[in-house]
């Protein structure tokens, strides 16, 4: 009878966590991005942080999305509303562009590096650092350096083929 204690136990500390914890955490408000013939859409929730850019073209504004109105088709940001109708871009960031471009500067300086070494190490006096080594490790640092700041972003822009709409997924009890 005492062998099964510690199971018994188990089940019921297990049992009591799982009575407590939300089985499923729902968002129900999203801002859409739609593609012209394409069913991927991708769905922006409440608490996201975007970049956008406005009708009146004067740079690119950060925010974190507080809430919706759907009746006036507002953005709710912390300091204004945003109408969907006046977004006419928005931007992302692009995290493997910097990765990359690290990798890049690694692999330069790593060349650079094991061509010295062994060029110190080897005990023949005709090899030596070649201008070769020196041009694939400039090559790779200023590769890695150019590209994060050429590609970093990803800019969708609003119009023929791609659109903004709010949806509302809940469901009211009152018909």
Request: net charge positive; hydrophobic share 45%; aromatic share 10%.
């Amino acid at each position: 009878m005492y062998r099964h204690l510690p199971l018994i136990s188990f089940l019921l500390l297990s049992l009591s966590f799982t009575a407590t914890l939300p089985a499923q955490t729902v968002r129900e408000q999203y801002l859409i991005l739609e593609k012209l013939g394409s069913a991927k859409t991708i769905r922006i929730p409440a608490g996201a942080e975007i970049t956008y850019s406005l009708r009146d073209g004067q740079g690119w504004y950060t925010g974190e999305i507080q809430g919706f109105r759907f009746k006036d088709s507002l953005l709710v940001m912390a300091d204004r509303y945003v109408k969907v109708s006046d977004i006419t871009a928005l931007r992302y960031n692009r995290a493997w562009v910097v990765s990359v471009g690290k990798q890049l500067m690694y692999f330069g300086a790593a060349w650079s590096g094991f061509a010295l070494i062994g060029t110190l190490t080897d005990g023949n006096p005709d090899t030596n650092y070649r201008l070769s080594d020196a041009i694939v490790t400039a090559a790779a640092v200023t590769t890695g350096l150019v590209l994060p700041r050429v590609f970093r972003y990803r800019k969708v822009k609003m119009g023929n083929r791609n659109r903004l709409r709010l949806l509302d997924l809940r469901i009211d009890a009152t018909p």
